[in-house]
């Protein structure tokens, strides 16, 4: 724990980034190799594991020192910080080599992954002594590291830029390569961190590749109707992924989740393409032999392991885009049209079919079901802009979310360049839906409205459906902040119940059933796409009107879709 | 029985002795515990302070008021109050003031610290009725890392600064922590060199016997002194200064007891930080006040109400003593860093680790 607690105190003291990028020069100059992945980890901000709560080590500390609580609390009080004032009243740690019987103090690893599994299989007593025999090899500095990233509320965050050069420097190669090595690698061990920080040139990619992203067309959509040479496709609802073939089938989401074990069938299907190669594309769920609309995907990603009922209800199946690697041989920077041969070529090889480019709401080709589960997602028939409109047109009822279009001489572009591609999702649903509730604005600003909740009409009351404040110019906000304060009924947690007076018109991607929600529905992406002044309360939407507007295929699902629409920043669910 | 001290408008009072201890208004005699300018304030008639710290304190003074001395242990009666001193650790000729009267024995600690310090004599805790204890650090997150290993941190920090080329610069109080830090470090790394204000009291020091490392003053307009490989001891007052323009490249790092708590270093904004302090840690203060068997204890200065509270669960007698003092002091003090003074209360602290 020694080096990396000092390289937290000092990356805390850093005032400019040299500072910061000296101690993690420092750091991992001489950390040992199977402390570097979890050192890694930590400071790239992965989301951390609570193994213990701060009320238990507030109790077995304040015992251990001997102190009565009220001290314990004016010490907190004098310090701001518990986890460091329980890691300053404890007794002082015994030092390795005053006595032979002590244990040197253990590494980073040992002292978290390590106390973290064995607390996991521990009951209340055994865990105390777990975290006792800890506190007795630790120097108070070191307990504050260990106590807050045990409570998972360790927030020393280095910017992956910044890393990457540090370990550049370390490893003796040049930051971009670096950086590259850094998103592409898994970093589980200390092999893996010795390939990370293995000299010379040619890197081994583990992970996938930077992902293209498209760009939503708006407003440019008369400037794109102008250029000919379009690739058009469906825009798949799903997950965006890269199946990476090296020396075994690899699926990597474009948060650059690892979710190969989520999704085996799909693994399966890939096994037999050559190694060395990577392709594009997005998981999709299905049911039966409907692809199921990005509303309904069930729950699959978010779990650690896969239930047979799960997998029985909800097969998946990867569509196939591009193909960005095959055998060894790096395509990115060849002409959409030429990797887009080498996809059809590479996929009829392996037998894995193409997919029906006209499916009649998201019914898929029967010969394709079930037995494979890697496809090629197709060309559209677009000779004209004319016919491009008609596609998107029809993508709603097709349970696609709209069209990608690509142009063919262009490079898989990670970057902003003119040959990137243009997503053009389907046009947004909308209802007219009241006001009914405000959560009170917490932290910077302390703004009342952080958000808003909507209802609509169902038997004479109105029952909530979405909650969502993007949308609202700055002036808006203040002016309905206002009204809200004014109106507040009641308190619910941090919601604020109001009288019902504003009406918005909210603007969403889909509707689906859920069983999670009151209203029985959930709806997709919702936002607010104008403040309909004129209209009263009386006048807005109804249960009956959004249950109308439910997806195809969404209807007869059960899956239960996510609790919250999607942060449209994360782009979680949209490509 | 009379209270043998009591709290009036100047501060603490002997009325059977007619003097004040550490007095904060002008009084005609000032009995003083240590030159610290929180307890040893100018403009009384007649001063009374332990022998070994008589030239810190006229250095502190200046002109030629009258300083009286007694050497440790040695008493003097005045008008019926007898008055000693014992050794209190805390800086040279630092002195708990022992008053007794009737038979009943007041102790006044002053600052004191448990802690060994080759600059000082070390502190001899006295038996006695009533101790007036100070309580700066009278929390148990206060606990202090031996001088060896402090030691050993910022000798290991100077020699990674030449290897770097930088300038090592060390804030610390220009009275007794200057002095001491010159002692713990290891002078054969490189030169010492100190601020004038620092410079003034290792003078006193030495004419007052004290061994010190060499150690070099900053010459009137000097150019670039020690650059890359000295040690200098500054006040924290030169922070921001274009004094310390003169040694180019530097890390700053400072030495205080406060060091303990991170909210308060991130709040002091140095690179780097050391717990040394002049002052008694958690177990050092309660060691000491269970050593004057104390029949009552008055706390004062620092964490009083807590380590009252906490003393009187442990079946003392205990109160806080309600001294003005104190916190005039704290608030006059960071102008007072210059002139050599305590270490002033924390800052408000930081609140967890930033997002
Ligand atoms: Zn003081
Ligand atoms: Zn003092």
Known sequence: MKPFTELSWRLDAAAEAHDTRAALVDYFRSVPAEDAPTALKILCGRKQSRSI??????????????????????????????????????????????????????????????????????????????????WRLLQP???????????????????????ASA??????????????????????????????????????????????????????????????DWQVEWKWEGIRAQVVCRGGVALWTREEELVSDRFPEVVAAAAGLPDSTVLDGVLLALRGSQITGGMALPPRRTRQTLLPRLRSESPWAFVAFDLLEVGGTDLRAEPLAARRDALESLCEDHGHPLLDPLPAAGLLPCPVTPASRLWLSPLLPAPDWSAVEALHASARD?????????????????????????????DPLEIDAVLIAAVAGSGRGKRLNSEYAFGVWHNARLVRIASARVGLTDEELAEIDGIVRATIQEKKGPWRGVTPTLVMRLAF????????????????????????????????????????????GADSLSFQAPLSPPDPQKRLWDD | ?????????????????????????????????????????????????????????????????????????????INGAHVSFAPAGHILGSAQVRVEHRGTVWVVSGDYKTAADPTCDPIEPVRADVFITESTFGLPIYRWPTSESVAAEINAWWRANQAAGRTSVLLAYSLGKAQRLATMVDASIGPIVAHGSVMKIVRAYRDSGVRLPPIDGVPPRARRVGQG???????????????????????????????????????????????????????????VIEATQARRVLVTHGSSASLARLLCQRGVEADVLPTRGATAAAETLSDADHAGGDEPDPPTTAIDFPP
Not at chain 1, 168 to 196: F, K, N, T
């Open chain 2, 1 to 77: 029985m009379a209270d043998v001290l009591e709290v009036t408008e100047a501060g603490l009072y002997c009325p059977a002795g007619q003097f004040w201890i550490d007095p904060w208004r002008r009084v005609p005699r000032a009995v003083i515990t240590h030159a610290h300018a929180d307890h040893a304030r100018p403009g009384c008639d007649r001063y009374l302070c332990a022998a070994p710290g008589k030239l810190v304190l006229r250095s502190r003074l200046g002109g030629t008021v009258p300083i009286d001395s007694l050497r440790y242990g040695e008493s003097l009666a």
């Open chain 1, 398 to 426: 097709r349970a696609v979310g709209g069209l990608v279009l690509k142009p063919r001489c262009g490079a898989y572009a990670t970057t902003v360049t003119d040959q990137l591609w243009w997503a053009w999702a389907v």
């Open chain 1, 509 to 552: 991607r889909g509707v689906a059933v859920s069983t999670r929600h009151e209203s029985g529905v959930v709806v997709r992406s919702p936002r607010i796409a104008i403040w309909r002044k004129n209209v009263l309360p009386a006048e807005a939407g109804t249960l009956d009107q959004l249950r109308a507007l439910i997806e195809p």
């Open chain 1, 141 to 163: 500095q070191e307990r504050v590291v260990w106590h807050k990233l045990l409570c998972g509320t360790f927030r020393i965050v280095v910017p992956q830029t910044l890393l």
């Open chain 1, 53 to 134: 709560s701060v009320a238990d080590l507030r109790e077995w500390a304040t015992e251990a020192a001997g102190i009565p609580s009220w001290l314990v609390d004016e010490c907190h009080a004098h310090v701001g910080d518990l986890a460091e004032t329980l890691a300053l009243i404890l007794p002082v740690a015994e030092t390795p080599g005053s006595n032979q019987e002590i244990p040197p103090a253990p590494g980073l690893t040992a002292a978290l992954l390590g106390t973290a599994d064995r607390l996991q299989t521990a009951d209340g007593a055994a865990r105390k002594k777990i975290v006792e025999s800890m």
């Open chain 1, 167 to 228: 370990l550049a420097e370390v490893a003796g190669i040049d930051g971009p390569q670096m950086l590259e090595r850094l998103e592409a690698r898994a970093l589980d061990s200390a092999a893996d961190y010795c390939d990370l920080m293995a000299p010379g040139t040619a890197a081994v990619r583990r992970g996938p590749h930077p992902f293209a992203a498209p760009v939503a067309l708006d407003s440019s959509i008369g400037a794109a109707a102008d250029r000919p």
């Open chain 2, 229 to 287: 490989r000295a040690l200098v001891i500054a006040p924290p007052s030169v922070v921001a200064s274009a004094w310390l323009r003169l040694f180019g490249e530097a890390s700053i790092a400072q030495a205080s007891g406060w060091m303990t708590v991170r909210g308060i270093r991130r709040k002091r904004a140095t690179s780097q930080a050391f717990v040394v302090s002049d002052h008694a840690d958690f177990p050092g203060l309660l060691a």
